[in-house]
C-alpha cells in the first residue's frame, strides 16, 4: 500500500485497508466514496477469458495526477487516491479503485464519479480482451464520452494500442 494518490501496479489491492490509509489522522472527513471496478466475463455478446492491460508509464501516472488536481478544484474534496491495474486479468478480478474523502458526501461521490468517467475515456491505458473467438482490442464507447461531457470535458478518446 502506497501513501501516494495514484498507483499504476499489477498487485491486488485490498479496498478497506486503502480507504484507512486515506482517512488517517483526517478528523475533517465526513464522507468517503469509493469505487470498484472489476473486469466482466462477457463484453458485447461474447465470454472474455481474461484481459490485459498496458499503459504508458510516467504519462499515465501524470495524467491522473491532473485530474485529481481539477476534482480537487471542483469539488471540496479533502483526499483521493486512483489505483488501476496492468497486465493479464482474470474475470472478477478488480481492475480499479477510486476513493475520495470530503466533508460531505455529495462532493465525495461526485468527485468520486467525475475521476471514474475521466479516467474511462482519457487516461492512456489500452485494454485487450481474450475470447474464444480470438483477442481484439476495446474501443471506446460513446456511452463514455457522454459520461464525460457532462462534466465539460470534451476529448477524443485514444483507442490504439501503444506500439
Not at 483526517?26 to 470498484?36: E, I
Not at 464507447?141 to 506500439?163: C, F, K, T, Y
Request: charged share 25%.
Amino acid at each position: 500500500m502506497s501513501t501516494s494518490r495514484v498507483s499504476i501496479q499489477t498487485e491486488d489491492f485490498d479496498l478497506s485497508a486503502e480507504v484507512a490509509q486515506l482517512r488517517a489522522g483526517d478528523t475533517g472527513v465526513g464522507a468517503v466514496a469509493a469505487f470498484v471496478g472489476t473486469v466482466r466475463d462477457v463484453s458485447e455478446g461474447q465470454g472474455v477469458q481474461r484481459m490485459e492491460l498496458e499503459h504508458y508509464p510516467g504519462m499515465t501516472e501524470k495524467s491522473i495526477e491532473a485530474m485529481i488536481d481539477e476534482a480537487q478544484q471542483r469539488f471540496r474534496i479533502r483526499a483521493a487516491r486512483v489505483i488501476h491495474r496492468v497486465g493479464a486479468l482474470a474475470p472478477a478480478d478488480q481492475i480499479v479503485m477510486v476513493a475520495v474523502t470530503s466533508a460531505h458526501r455529495g462532493d465525495a461521490f461526485q468527485a468520486c464519479e467525475f475521476l471514474m468517467d475521466y479516467l474511462k475515456t482519457q487516461a492512456p491505458f489500452w485494454k485487450k480482451e481474450h475470447t474464444p473467438e480470438g483477442a481484439r482490442w476495446v474501443d471506446a464507447r460513446s456511452s463514455d464520452d457522454a459520461a464525460l461531457a457532462r462534466w465539460g470535458i470534451h476529448a477524443a478518446n485514444a483507442s490504439e494500442p501503444p506500439s
